[in-house]
């Protein structure tokens, strides 16, 4: 019974220790990648902006060329 709660125990630590491994090799990997995609969303920031301007004033063209009851969307 004790050679097995010391295997038990062996297998534990070493479990956890395998898990610390990975779990730092994970953090490793997906610090740059969310580092890399925080400048990619930066870059594309102002094309967005200018997208959305277009598309509100585009809405609003197309809302004040609606009359009466198309303007319900019927």
């Known amino acids: 019974m004790p050679g097995l709660l010391i295997i038990l125990s062996v297998v ?7 898990l ?5 090799r994970a953090r490793d990997e997906v610090g740059p990648t969310v580092e890399a995609f ?3 969303r930066s870059a594309l920031a102002p094309g967005l902006l200018g997208l959305r301007r277009d598309a509100l004033a585009t809405a609003g063209r197309l809302e004040a ?10």
């Open 12 to 18: 534990l630590v070493g479990g956890a220790l395998a």
């Open 20 to 24: 610390a491994a990975a779990l730092r």
């Open 38 to 40: 925080a400048a990619f």
């Open 65 to 74: 060329g609606r009359t009466g009851a198309d303007r319900d969307g019927r």
